[in-house]
């Protein structure tokens, strides 16, 4: 196994296990407290909730394609079409989890406004665009990818 993608595996790891612990230990009593705080939205704190795992279960397939990917890497199979279709699954992913919690964003906001907490609608903000900055990275190295491999196959045709 080569050395850098052993780190980026090993990076890929540790960034499962903070959302792990989050999923299991922080959102629960998250939902029960804020459906506590606001009991007239109790219903969407739920849907909210149900959203934010469904993010956690997204999440956790853009980390399997990334290990896929890394996994071609070590294999010489960088350029194939299976990376293609790696990156166009983190793709996918990615602005799903960012879709999500755009979705969710009219909640933050009522919390916010209930809490008189405004800072908090920016940092909801932050949370829902980072993923798709992800996915907009993934969709510009499939493209590169595909570039490549099509200069590769021209190549290997003029020889």
């Known amino acids: 196994m080569k050395p850098e993608t052993l780190f980026l595996k090993i990076a890929v790891f540790l960034m499962a296990v903070p959302v792990l612990a989050l999923c299991i230990f922080v959102i629960p009593g998250l939902t029960v407290g804020v459906g506590e705080f606001i009991p007239e939205f109790s219903f969407w704190v739920q849907v909210a909730s149900i959203g934010i795992y469904?993010?956690?279960?997204?999440?956790?397939?853009?980390?399997?394609?990334?290990?896929?990917?890394?996994?071609?890497?070590?294999?010489?199979?960088?350029?194939?079409?299976?990376?293609?279709?790696?990156?166009?699954?983190?793709?996918?992913?990615?602005?799903?989890?960012?879709?999500?919690?755009?979705?969710?964003?009219?909640?933050?906001?009522?919390?916010?406004?209930?809490?008189?907490?405004?800072?908090?609608?920016?940092?909801?903000?932050?949370?829902?665009?980072?993923?798709?900055?992800?996915?907009?990275?993934a969709a510009v190295l499939q493209k590169l990818l595909k570039n490549a491999m099509e200069i590769k196959t021209e190549n290997d045709l003029t020889v």
């Open 54 to 137: 469904l993010s956690a279960i997204l999440y956790f397939l853009v980390l399997y394609q990334s290990l896929k990917l890394l996994r071609y890497i070590d294999k010489n199979k960088a350029f194939s079409k299976l990376s293609v279709t790696a990156l166009k699954y983190i793709k996918y992913y990615a602005a799903t989890i960012s879709m999500l919690f755009l979705l969710a964003m009219p909640l933050v906001y009522i919390v916010a406004e209930k809490d008189d907490a405004p800072g908090l609608i920016i940092i909801g903000m932050v949370i829902a665009l980072a993923p798709m900055v992800v996915a907009v990275f």
